[in-house]
């Protein structure tokens, strides 16, 4: 049997290649199983949760089969089980879990990987990605037991599974969470790229009936992504920086497959970096909010959210890469903001999850709140804080000898990075060299994949690309 590891964040593979139903069976079976002792051996703990499991799935091929299928399947292993009946984003599957009083959720997606994978999401009771401790713990219940399942019209009918829409209750949730009437009455341009993943229609929906005029853009069901991966970085917007070239909006927030990352551009096609929109959040939770609590970032983000907490007083947490890893801050209460490099961001008084949806009505709510564009805004952060120029490359690096390349740059960090003399490495997730003037080079091996991440951050876009090439060369020296 193939084998099944859960990664930074699910287990994903190729479709019909190991991303198999047989497989989809054998994963659920032991997630039924965990979850089962879960209930059993942590009564006081999960004294509030029903033995209930929420279903999400995404819009790649055959998503809502293999959804259907572990709804079966739990529904075998004696769990009531919430089924989505059309493609959902996965915060609304996190959210719906933790209203619900589920024991958990499973999300079948594989967010913004190639159209030729799929995977599946773990979500725990508290309504966030489950920890390394359930993934591991799942993998070890693998074929410990046969599957049992229940065939899904039987299991319709005895109600052990409901098939029910649970995005209105979501976006009741965000409504909330923003100034909701300050947007609706703004009368701003709003252009979502949703790279024609589940975000699609989400904000035609949230704004309907206010003065905001919302423009979403490849919208259409297309399993194969229009020929990209759904993903939200700049080589994928090139549609829709053609159009808002012509038709300019006042922002255009960008969804990733599966809507809980977001990219975005300035409303004229030019692209904004991840960074630069958890800057634009944290200036406004911080300055237009008021807003206290320590701030949580992955430790691939931008070094300007360190010289903003210095700035305002507030306590930084950096984590590993892996939004399960903010959320355990997130949970501990008393955070400001979570946000990590590949787009995902959390907010205090909603879930312990990233949710690009939520994202993009704060952001609206930053436009109509500063009523300024947001190249003054990105303009004014970089004269009190500094330019910050980021990069990042992908490489193939063997598997195998990942661990002693590790060891090298740990063991043998440089003496500068360009003409700065170095300050600090952490080791902690990859290796991270950072310069006295506050440059840095990472280096991170994917996962589950022979992919090495080598990330750079300098005042020029010249010196992070010469970050990237010297990342390059330490890989040759193993």
Request: charged share 25%; proline share 5%.
């Amino acid at each position: 049997m193939n084998t099944i590891k859960f990664g930074t964040d699910g287990w994903r593979a190729v479709i019909a290649e190991d991303f198999t139903f047989a497989n989809v069976d054998r994963v659920t079976q032991a997630t039924a199983d965990h979850w089962n002792a879960e209930l059993g051996a942590r009564k006081a703990e999960l004294a509030g949760c029903e033995r209930k499991v929420v279903i999400g799935y995404d819009r790649r091929f055959l998503s809502n089969e293999f959804a259907r299928r572990a709804a079966e399947i739990f529904a075998g292993n004696g769990f009531a089980v919430i089924l989505t009946p059309v493609p959902t984003p996965t915060p609304a599957v996190s959210f719906a879990v933790r209203q619900q009083r589920a024991i958990g959720g499973v999300m079948i997606t594989a967010s913004h990987n190639p159209p030729a994978f799929n995977g599946y999401k773990l979500k725990s009771h508290f309504g966030g990605p489950s920890e390394p401790a359930t993934c591991a713990a799942v993998e070890s219940l693998l074929d410990k037991n046969p599957v049992r399942a229940t065939k899904f019209d039987d299991a319709v009918k005895a109600k052990q599974i409901s098939v029910k829409d649970i995005r209105p209750a979501h976006y009741a949730a965000i409504k909330k969470l923003v100034d909701f009437k300050l947007i609706a009455k703004s009368k701003l341009r709003f252009a979502h790229e949703a790279l024609f993943g589940v975000g699609a229609g989400c904000f035609d929906e949230l704004l309907a009936g206010t003065t905001c005029r919302v423009t979403t853009l490849n919208a259409a069901h297309d399993p194969f992504f229009g020929g990209i991966n759904p993903e939200p970085i700049a080589k994928n917007y090139a549609r829709s920086a053609a159009y808002l070239r012509r038709h300019p909006h006042d922002l255009c927030l960008v969804t990733d497959g599966d809507a809980d990352r977001v990219g975005g551009m300035d409303g004229r096609g030019n692209p904004l970096s991840t960074h630069q929109i958890i800057c634009l959040l944290l200036h406004h939770l911080r300055v237009n909010r008021s807003g206290s609590g320590r701030v949580v970032k992955a430790l691939t983000t931008t070094s300007m959210v360190d010289k903003m907490c210095a700035a305002h007083g507030l306590e930084l947490v950096e984590t590993g890469v892996g939004f399960k890893y903010i959320c355990a801050e997130m949970l501990k209460g008393g955070v400001l903001l979570g946000a990590e490099e590949s787009g995902g961001i959390g907010f205090p008084g909603h879930i312990p999850e990233r949710d690009g949806i939520a994202a993009g009505l704060m952001l609206l709510e930053l436009l109509a709140t500063e009523r300024q564009p947001l190249t003054k805004l990105l303009a004014g952060l970089e004269k009190k804080y500094g330019p910050h120029r980021y990069a990042r490359l992908d490489t193939h690096f063997p598997l195998e000898k990942r661990a002693a390349l590790m060891a090298f740059c740990k063991n043998h960090p440089p003496a500068k990075l360009l003409k700065s003399p170095l300050a600090d490495v952490k080791s902690y997730d990859g290796v991270k060299f950072i310069a006295r003037d506050g440059s840095w080079l990472m280096l991170r091996g994917s996962g589950t994949e022979p992919i090495l991440r080598i990330y750079a951050e300098a005042r020029s876009d010249a010196d992070a690309a010469k970050l990237l090439r010297a990342g390059v060369g330490l890989t040759r020296r193993v």
